[in-house]
């Protein structure tokens, strides 16, 4: 029976997220946001391989990175969707919590970079340090909600723009799926519309409609009604079963390999691919469904497979991972470069190389990442944590 899109979900699955004192973690959804931090890494040291060989669209890297980025940024929001459960609570407070949870661990990432530029600075003696740091900067980026220090946590402010606009919406729409849905098409629609006509920005203060990541955020709001239906219809459930599961595997491989290199613009972004950071999306058909197909066989892929202790570690400390990949960025790119390019041209080599580093920045960054939640975890999106350092922020 293919699961209903009528209103309510299955009793089970809701009481999972109505209930979070009592209700199990769903090991599938950490194996899947596992995957897709692998993906994220993965598809920035593919990018370094692509950046030196000039984005040849016929280059193995340039094509792993294209696919990479078609659906890797959807899956993540869809992610955060699934999880959605509304609370009664006052604007003020939800704002509160939404910024000790998604912006301070967003800062606290922007100044570690900053401190590892400043120290390289001072190595170095780069010059334009002062100009790209200074305090005027900083304080215009904080308030317009950008990253001044680590671009890669972009995710994070796009992410509490899109949960403070689906709050604000929650009274029109509830739980009703088909409200829902026709909240997902809208946004998806004016957020393409906006990010195609970036000269209404022009006369706006700030960044325009992109204070605050609203544009990008639009976009966020649609994939993000995806995963609440994808809750709340029990199509998880649906595709627990082991013939809708594999049938449900291969379809979506299929689809998003097929349709990813079909989609040819119109981008903004001169890569010519899709960059949800950049509102670059290309054909709106074409990005829909390789976006949603491809966030799908993450999801079918995080069911299909056992739970693994290490992979599950990944997928719970996947903001930390996400605030120190600009770290292994910038060690990746010289090291790419002493190789050299022609061992590159190979697609295997590509394949191997960006999965052995993947692997091995995840294995370096553990021993910070059980530092940090012991020492700081009201700063990595804990609030309501004890730590040694810092009191609860969040009773």
């Known amino acids: 029976m293919v699961p209903s899109i009528s209103g309510n979900s299955s009793d089970r699955l809701t009481d999972q997220f109505n209930t979070p004192k009592s ?20 598809g920035h040291f593919v990018e370094k391989i692509a950046e030196h060989q000039g984005y040849l669209a016929e280059t193995a890297a340039y094509k792993q990175y294209k696919f990479i980025y078609a659906f890797h940024m959807p899956l993540f929001f869809i992610l955060s969707g699934f999880v ?58 904080i308030l317009t909600g950008y990253p001044f220090g680590n671009f890669l946590t972009w995710f994070l402010f796009c992410l509490f723009t899109v949960e403070l606009l689906n709050h604000l919406i929650y009274p029109l729409t509830k739980d009703n799926l088909w409200k829902r849905f026709g909240l997902a098409i809208v946004t998806l629609i004016v957020g393409y519309y906006l990010g195609l006509h970036q000269s209404i920005n022009a006369n706006l203060p700030f960044q325009g409609l992109r204070t605050w990541y609203f544009n990008e955020a639009l976009v966020g709001l ?30 979506t491989l299929v689809v998003t390999v097929a349709t990813f290199n079909l989609n040819q613009g119109p981008f ?31 999801i079918l892929l995080a ?41 590159f041209e190979n697609w ?16 370096v960054t553990v021993p910070l990442i059980q530092l940090l939640h012991k020492l700081l975890p009201q700063l990595m999106g804990r609030p309501k944590a004890k730590g040694p350092l810092l009191p609860a922020l969040l009773s």
């Open 23 to 42: 209700s199990k973690r769903l090991p599938w959804l950490d194996m899947a946001k596992a995957y897709g931090m692998f993906l994220v890494y993965y």
């Open 84 to 141: 959605y459960k509304y609370k009664e609570q006052s604007l003020g407070s939800f704002i509160y919590q939404k910024v000790l949870t998604r912006i301070v661990p967003a800062l606290f990432f922007n100044f570690f970079a900053i401190g590892i530029y400043f120290v390289d600075h001072i190595v170095r003696s780069n010059n334009g340090f002062g100009e790209r740091y200074s305090v005027p900067t900083i304080l215009i980026n």
């Open 222 to 251: 649609s994939f993000y009604q995806f995963g609440f239906i994808l809750r709340q219809s029990g199509m998880v459930e649906w595709f627990e079963k082991p013939l809708n599961r594999y049938v449900g595997l291969g379809l």
């Open 268 to 298: 903004l972004d001169p890569r010519n691919m899709v960059a949800l950071a950049l509102t670059s999306y290309g054909n709106l058909f074409l990005f829909s469904i390789t976006a949603i197909t491809g966030s799908l066989f993450v």
């Open 303 to 343: 069911i299909s497979l056992p739970g693994i202790k290490g992979i599950t570690f990944i997928g719970k400390s996947t903001l930390i991972l996400l605030g120190m990949n600009f770290f292994f960025m910038d060690i990746a790119k010289p090291m790419i470069g002493k190789i050299g390019l022609s061992i």
């Open 348 to 363: 295997l080599i590509v394949t191997v190389f960006c999965i052995g580093i993947t692997l091995i920045s995840f294995v």
